[in-house]
T-cell receptor, first 110, second 115 residues
Framework: RKEVEQDPGPFNVPEGATVAFNCTYS??????FFWYRQDCRKEPKLLMS???SGNEDGRFTAQLNRASQYISLLIRDSKLSDSATYLC???????????FGTGTRLLVSP | GAGVSQSPSNKVTEKGKDVELRCDPI?????LYWYRQSLGQGLEFLIY????????KSGLPSDRFSAERTGGSVSTLTIQRTQQEDSAVYLC?????????????FGQGTRLTVV
């Protein structure tokens, strides 16, 4: 079983839609969580950290469910520019190693 | 520059040849990762270096792949006897542990084509 699992998609949504991605992780010792974004033919970049209480950054909301070992990313009012691959990342603080999921592809259409 | 630097940016090699890919991480970053990404696919973990600890080599696909990190800084990924299935973008990332604020910074990658 992979340590971080994501639905690869693609998720095809129209502009203005709300879309949510989930990610599950298998290592209960994971303590830090993140979402990264990767544009086509570009390197991944940090989108946002995920805090235990949940956090919001503009149209993006991230949540963590430790009991069920999953994190989520909600994008409201989707823009064409949101089209990208979204990577779920977890870190076991003891090993200080970031583990990347393979990503969920989002396509926002006019 | 202050970012992660990878070289070469593109490499075309003949099947059976050896190649070396280089990564210069951000100064002071103790963690360094190598990934590869085939066209349209997700990141595939290869190897992880953390300070002076033994590297996590669990992602290396075969014994043709090896990596070194000298002096805790520059890293070289070596692929021996390249095969066509080795064609991919090889990404390097570095980070400095900051708990919830840990961030990995990626280089722009080396696009390897084996012909």
């Amino acid at each position: 079983r992979k340590e971080v699992e994501q639905d690869p998609g693609p998720f095809n949504v129209p502009e203005g839609a709300t879309v949510a991605f989930n990610c599950t992780y298998s290592n209960s010792a994971s303590q830090s969580f993140f979402w990264y974004r990767q544009d086509c033919r570009k390197e991944p970049k940090l989108l946002m950290s995920v805090y235990s209480s949940g956090n919001e950054d503009g149209r993006f909301t991230a949540q963590l469910n430790r009991a069920s070992q999953y994190i989520s990313l909600l994008i409201r009012d989707s823009k064409l520019s949101d089209s990208a691959t979204y990577l779920c990342v977890v870190m076991n603080t003891g090993f200080q190693k970031l583990v990347f999921g393979t990503g969920t592809r989002l396509l926002v259409s006019p | 520059g202050a970012g992660v630097s990878q070289s070469p940016s593109n490499k075309v090699t003949e099947k059976g040849k050896d190649v070396e890919l280089r990564c210069d991480p951000i100064s002071g970053h103790t963690a360094l990762y190598w990934y590869r990404q085939s066209l349209g696919q997700g990141l595939e973990f290869l190897i992880y270096f953390q300070g002076n600890s033994a590297p996590d080599k669990s992602g290396l696909p075969s014994d043709r792949f090896s990596a070194e990190r000298t002096g805790g800084s520059v890293s070289t990924l070596t692929i021996q006897r390249t095969q066509q299935e080795d064609s991919a973008v090889y990404l390097c990332a570095s980070s400095s542990f900051r708990g919830h604020d840990t961030e990995a910074f990626f280089g722009q990658g080396t696009r390897l084509t084996v012909v």
